[in-house]
């Protein structure tokens, strides 16, 4: 739309910097160009959607086009999206600047930029596949300088191979003719203290860094050069001791961190200790005097090599469906290390020595690399499928899967992994459910309650006649919204016939407010031509097949795999809660708000259906069964059907 026809039209304004750092100034300058074409074109603000550090090469770390749509389609009290420029739109690529233009068309949302750039037609698409690949390439091209700036840095010796010093270690800036200027060591409430490199006296606090805006922590100079230099001295006793109670004294990452913990020696983020930051310490061979550069990367464009940035191609999925890429380990070949002689002798000789070669191990393990899964749910098909369903009373903490044991009698437990993570002496919540009786009872329970309901089938009609009553609604205005479409067709097509080349820029805004009316109406006559006749007969025969379809899916549990029963049980399971104290346990089953035979059906079509706890969405509101179970003998049964006792149903 070229702003020949926006005038009374409604905008929000959409505003998107990469970094807090330029939050201060990049959307207030958006907010001022936005606000300037606005007043021009005679538009009328609604509201603002303001991304402060959202890059945009990363879809996935972004919920604003969603919200966008949905709010269109709940208010519609918006007709235009202004934006500065397309690269404020995305950076993503060609293909994800036409799917954010399609899906924001055909929502009834017109995307005008500030630049004028706005053609509409083929014109329009070829535009826009030049901006994005404009757009794109500048994202690279920056990726591209950073990476090659990062490696020479750590190349020349001017930076070590962290951004952010481990625990225990501070950073000494030094001159370039070898004047030591300040040492900055890292608080764990987020501060920072600069000190003198002799005495050691605070010479100045720098205050924690805000959501937004300029950082308050120290910046280097360009000048400068960093090396690593052991820190305060009570973190460097608790570094010492780590190793020494692990690699000396044999204690786990689970037993120190509960010493500590007990000891209220505080972590490096200030709260308790977990295993895995005592895992990554002992890991960590930098504590032995070596650290190790372009050993991880979540680069999204360019990773950093010695003779130059090594492009990385990353899954669309991965894009789409992460916040920010997966960490990945890199090769062996890949690896730069770095001597750092202050912290050669950090730990003990005795314990050096046991440590660098249990380190050097672990090393090799990574030596081929490794890439996780571009899934964010690394156990979708597991076997533990009440895992993201089934919580802990106390605390409301999610419960995942655990297998314990020896080698030829392992059992499954369900459990509470932080309070594994995390030794806070709280010995309830490390208690463990035994899975193979709690699924069995569960599946047992929602197969009774879905096949033994009596009024099953009243509570499905009621659904299905709610449902119905709203389509009827919308299919009142069927003939009312065909007229309109006609309308709409004449219109575009006696433009079109009349059409000429020179009256391009005064036809084009008409064309596409046509083509988008028309997109819509369309768009609500399909959904009103694919409703189901309301009358008894009709209500009768989908009543009885979804009926069906839940007694079907009630009698084949056992037989689903794991990841279609998770899927399953995710949508007619509300609520199930344990007690850890005593076992007890609380189910809660109903029917879900969208009730069919084909949406019951599609909850059991396989694993490629399935979502992950964090994506499915609960929709069962009413509630058919409240079911309560108690332990009846103490330790893992090994009959299922006399371990737990059902209470009566209520509805």
Known sequence: MSGKNLQRRRYIGLLRCSTHAQSDTSITDQRR?????????????????????????????????????????????????????????????????HHLEWILNAAGIVIVYTTGRNADG?????????????????????SFGSARGSMSSILDGRSPYCRRPPYGIDRLYVMPNGEHVHVVRNLPDRRQLLLDPKTGKVLRELAANDAKGVPNHYIKQKQ?????????????????????RHYVDGLGTFRIAKELNEEGIPSPNGKKWNTHTIGQILRNPIYLGRGIANRYTAA?????????????????????????????????????????????????????????????????????????????????????????????????????GATTGKVGSKRRYYRVN???AIPDGDSIMRRMIPADQLEATILDAVRWALL??????????????????????????????QE????????????????????????????????????????????????????????????DETVTAIENLAGTLGDAPPATLRNLLSVFVTRLEVDLETRALELEIGLPNSLSA?????????????????????????????????????GVLSNPDDCCRRSPLAA
Request: charge should be negative; proline fraction near 4%; include cysteine.
């Open 224 to 244: 400068e050069r960093i090396v690593l230099v052991p820190g305060d001295k009570q973190c460097v006793a608790t570094a010492q001791r780590i190793y020494r």
């Open 418 to 420: 932080r309070a594994f």
């Open 300 to 400: 999204v464009y360019n990773m950093r090599g010695d003779d130059g940035p090594v492009p990385r191609e990353l899954d669309p999925s991965e894009l789409c469906n992460r916040a920010r890429p997966a960490r990945i380990t890199r090769p062996a070949s890949e690896w730069r290390y770095q001597e750092h002689a202050e912290l050669a002798d950090l730990i003990e000789r005795d314990v050096r020595a046991i440590a660098a070669e249990r380190q050097e191990a672990c090393l090799q393990s990574q030596a081929d690399g490794h890439k996780p899964k571009p899934n964010r749910d690394r156990h979708r098909n597991s076997s533990f499928f009440l895992k993201g369903i089934l919580h802990s009373k106390q605390g409301n903490e999610p419960m995942t």
């Open 598 to 634: 084909s949406d019951t059906e599609m909850c059991f079509v396989g694993d490629l259906a399935c979502k992950t706890s964090n994506e499915t969405h609960r929709n069962a509101s009413l509630t058919i069964a409240v079911c309560s179970f108690e332990w009846v003998h103490k």
């Open 33 to 97: 160009v936005l606000e300037a074409y606005a007043k021009k074109q005679e538009l009328v603000f609604v509201d603002e959607v303001v991304l402060g550090g959202v890059s945009g090469s990363l879809p996935g770390a972004r919920d604003d086009i969603e919200n966008l749509i949905k709010r269109k389609e709940q208010a519609n009290d918006f007709e235009v999206l202004l934006v500065q420029d397309s690269s404020r739109l995305t950076r993503a690529g060609i293909k994800h600047a």
């Open 452 to 481: 033994a309901l009596p009024d099953l089938r009243d509570r499905v009609e009621q659904r299905v006649r709610a449902e119905l009553d709203v389509v009827a609604k919308d299919n009142a205005g069927l003939e009312e919204l």
């Open 122 to 142: 083929w014109v329009g698409d070829l535009e826009t596949s030049f901006n994005a690949g404009v757009d794109q390439a500048h994202a690279k091209s920056i």
């Open 484 to 543: 309109g479409r006609a309308t709409i067709r004449k219109k575009l097509a006696m433009i079109i016939e009349q059409f000429n080349p020179e009256m391009q820029e005064l036809v084009a805004d008409e064309i596409g407010a046509l083509k988008a009316q028309l997109h819509s109406v369309d768009q609500r006559i399909k959904a009103a031509e694919s409703a189901i006749p309301t009358d008894d007969a009709t209500i009768d025969r989908v009543v």
